[in-house]
């Protein structure tokens, strides 16, 4: 069983930066693709970036493109998401997610087997 645990969520104001952290227990990181969702209250969860298992190939959703950046360390069996010139459209709790390697690519949300607990941004205007 893969657990999932985000950190690094918090307050900040607009156009500044903030990093999240992933760190995974229980499987083989480097054979997962790891996904970066979030749900902003009374929304529904959606996409906002992806690394590949392999060769760390990355997928961002177009509202995060150019400024957020995801990387994976596998030595540390942990995911980041890397946000800079943040807006408060970005507020909401985001989660990171692992599906194994074999998925399509970008994995659909539903293709992902499991999900962390999920770390809140707040951004101020």
């Known amino acids: 069983q893969v657990q999932l645990v985000e950190s690094g969520g918090g307050l900040v104001q607009a156009g500044g930066s903030l990093r999240l952290s992933c760190a995974t227990s229980?499987?083989?990181?480097?054979?997962?693709?790891m996904g970066w969702f979030r749900q902003a209250a009374g929304k529904e969860r959606e996409f906002v970036a992806a690394?590949?298992?392999?060769?760390?190939?990355?997928y961002y959703a177009d509202s995060v493109k150019g400024r957020f950046s995801v990387s994976r360390d596998n030595a540390k069996n942990t995911v980041y998401l890397q946000m800079n010139s943040l807006k408060p459209e970005d507020t909401a709790v985001y989660y990171c997610?692992?599906?194994?390697?074999?998925?399509?690519?970008?994995?659909?949300?539903?293709?992902?087997?499991?999900w962390g607990q999920g770390t809140q941004v707040t951004v101020s205007s």
């Open positions: 997610a692992a599906v194994p390697a074999g998925s399509s690519w970008p994995p659909r949300a539903r293709e992902y087997d499991y």
């Open positions: 690394i590949f298992w392999g060769a760390g190939i990355q």
């Open positions: 229980g499987g083989t990181f480097s054979r997962y693709t």
